[in-house]
């Protein structure tokens, strides 16, 4: 950079000049986009999962298939079955919307 330019910026975009902190400012929100980007790729995993599920059974089947689903989760986790367990959480999570969605639509339902 010039002498000239050192009192402008680091550099210049459109016609603006950008300091260090504007460029640093620009790679944290490039980071966040990114960020969220792969977290809406996971829930969109979820919501693929649980629209798969039948969510018109009772919050009752939906416990007890939370806790037969968390114990592959154990089980993938004690093997150190890295995959199988990434999947079996999906798929847990994907048990978990879909019970809630069962007792948004049965308020009056108790698990």
């Known amino acids: 950079m010039t002498e000239g330019n050192s009192m402008r910026g680091v550099c210049r975009i ?6 260090k902190t504007d460029v640093a400012d620009m790679v944290v929100e490039l980071r966040m986009l990114r960020k969220r ?15 798969d599920k039948d969510d018109e059974v009772s919050p009752q089947q939906h416990a007890m298939w939370i806790v037969l689903d968390a114990e592959e989760v ?32 049965n308020a009056d339902a108790t698990p």
Request: charged share 30%; net charge positive; aromatic share 6%.
């Open 37 to 51: 980007r792969e977290h809406a790729a996971v829930f969109e995993e979820i919501a693929r999962i649980a629209k």
């Open 74 to 105: 154990q089980k993938a986790l004690s093997n150190r079955d890295l995959t199988a367990f990434r999947s079996e959480l999906v798929n847990l999570a994907a048990i978990i919307v879909t019970a809630i969605k069962c007792l948004d639509r």
């Open 14 to 19: 459109e016609g603006k000049w950008l300091t």
